[in-house]
């Protein structure tokens, strides 16, 4: 089967925590938005990893709720960052592969016609903020204070592309010292609450940390016993604490929804781990998007829960915006059509009976505007056994992996399809396509109906034209 569709992210069905919004009457609640860059699912000492310590953020789990499987927008930074902040899949935004500063063009970004989650809360009276790293545009049409952020500060390419910070299109810092960026963006955000704290604000923290290069804080290099790469993120936890402190001290804890998580897998090569998965960034093995994710909202949130329940980077806008009493659907008119879905609406989580919907996902890779693999509950096909032999991550196979890997080629040919249950084989190294030939036609003819309807969508252009 050949299925040809331009985009790079992932396709959830309906799913929720029942939890309800705020009165009228009430404060709206602020919103903090952090973002790691490159962050694998078991880099947290709370999702597993034997080194590195994260008390914060295993903290924020404690006080809140920490998904199990959660994907982020897409499987490499720019499409990723697209998804997050419109709610929308990066196709919508004539997204077909790389990111900014590579693959793409050198004036592609998201399209100033785009409906933002900034833009959104900034028309609801939100003071509106990013500090940190942009990579969905260059040019001042593109940049963060076109898109609804009212302050930013900010790198607009990867930390190993640019040397330029930038406020609003003035350039404040060439060259930036890299290992001191998360200690930067830290203290900018501060800033910011401080200055806005007896007002909503929504501010958005995607940090370049861990990405590479990984060159450690002064102050921190050394104290992780994971080398370079624990270093890094051992201070973006710290960093994260001071802004949680931040909050307390100013009395607004309460009223702050924070979450945390990372824009795709871990880049190949680093130390980062994303067991049990195999795969990496750029990949449409599970490895490359299935990230940690922690939410709090201490008023109002349960704590300590620990869920699987799906939830993709898209419904970031919906779920924020139904939280914060606001009425997106009315704001969005089609530009581009907002796919995320609100995952406050349905059974709540803590029922353990509650009956929940089906998953669906469709995966790409970073380099394709073909789509890979799709997934239905804990079924997962991919289309081409190339991608699940060759695609992205395979450098990193255990032995034991490899050898599962050798017997499938072995007892395949290109261009089969494979077949994965999840639930019983994270790492997807068993084929069952022969076992289960029903379940191929099924997920194959599902994926051929997705790719339809969103064949049908119309697109915003991702270039800013040329003047």
């Not at 009223?255 to 049990?276: C, H, K, M, R, Y």
Request: glycine share 8%; net charge negative.
């Amino acid at each position: 089967m050949k299925i040809s569709l331009v985009a790079a992210t992932l396709l959830f069905s309906p799913i929720a925590f029942s939890f309800a919004a705020p009165e009228a009457s009430a404060q709206k609640p602020n919103v903090i938005l952090i973002m790691a860059d490159d962050l694998g699912y078991r880099d947290l000492s709370s999702y597993g990893h034997p080194e590195i310590k994260t008390p914060v953020i295993d903290g924020m789990a404690l006080d809140g709720i920490k998904l199990t499987n959660f994907h982020s927008g897409a499987t490499v930074c720019t499409p990723s960052r697209m998804a997050l902040l419109t709610g929308a899949y990066p196709v919508r935004l004539g997204w077909t592969e790389g990111v900014a500063g590579y693959k793409m063009g050198a004036r592609d970004g998201l399209s100033p016609e785009a409906l933002t989650i900034a833009e959104i809360f900034k028309s609801e009276g939100y003071r509106t903020a990013i500090s940190g790293k942009w990579h969905i545009g260059n040019l001042p049409e593109t940049r963060p204070a076109n898109q609804g952020f009212d302050e930013t500060y900010f790198i607009p390419l990867s930390n190993n592309q640019t040397t330029k910070i930038l406020r609003g299109n003035e350039v404040v810092e060439d060259p930036f010292e890299n290992r001191l960026l998360t200690e930067k963006f830290t203290i900018e955000a501060i800033r910011f609450i401080r200055e806005n704290a007896g007002k909503p604000f929504f501010l958005y923290l995607p940090y370049s940390a861990p990405h590479f290069p990984v060159e450690p804080h002064p102050e921190w290099a050394g104290k992780s016993s994971f080398g370079d790469y624990g270093d890094v993120v051992e201070e973006m936890d710290f960093r994260i604490g001071e802004i949680l402190a931040t909050l307390d001290e100013l009395g607004i804890e309460d009223n702050t929804i924070v979450i945390f998580t990372s824009d795709n897998g871990p880049q190949n090569g680093e130390q980062a781990l994303a067991d049990p998965f195999r795969g990496t960034k750029w990949s449409a093995l599970e490895g490359g998007t299935r990230v940690p994710c922690v939410m709090r909202w201490t008023s109002t949130w349960p704590k300590n829960v620990v869920s699987d329940i799906p939830m993709n980077a898209m419904d970031f806008l919906p779920t924020l915006c139904e939280a914060a009493g606001i009425d997106w659907k009315s704001k969005s008119k089609g530009k581009p059509v907002i796919d995320g879905r609100n995952v406050f609406n349905s059974p709540s989580i803590l029922a353990a009976t509650a009956e929940q919907p089906t998953e669906e996902l469709l995966y790409w890779e970073g380099m394709s505007d073909e789509p890979r693999a799709i997934r239905i509950g804990h079924w997962k096909l991919f289309f081409d056994r190339k991608y699940a032999v060759e695609g992205g991550g395979t450098k990193r196979a255990t032995e034991e992996q490899a050898e599962k890997i050798k017997a499938i080629v072995e007892q395949t040919k290109p261009g089969d399809p494979l077949l994965f249950n999840l639930a019983e084989d994270p790492d997807e190294t068993v084929n069952l396509s022969r076992e289960f030939p029903d379940k191929v036609d099924e997920l194959l003819n599902r994926a051929k109906q997705l790719k339809a309807g969103i064949d049908s969508l119309e697109k915003l252009e991702i270039a800013t034209p040329k003047k």
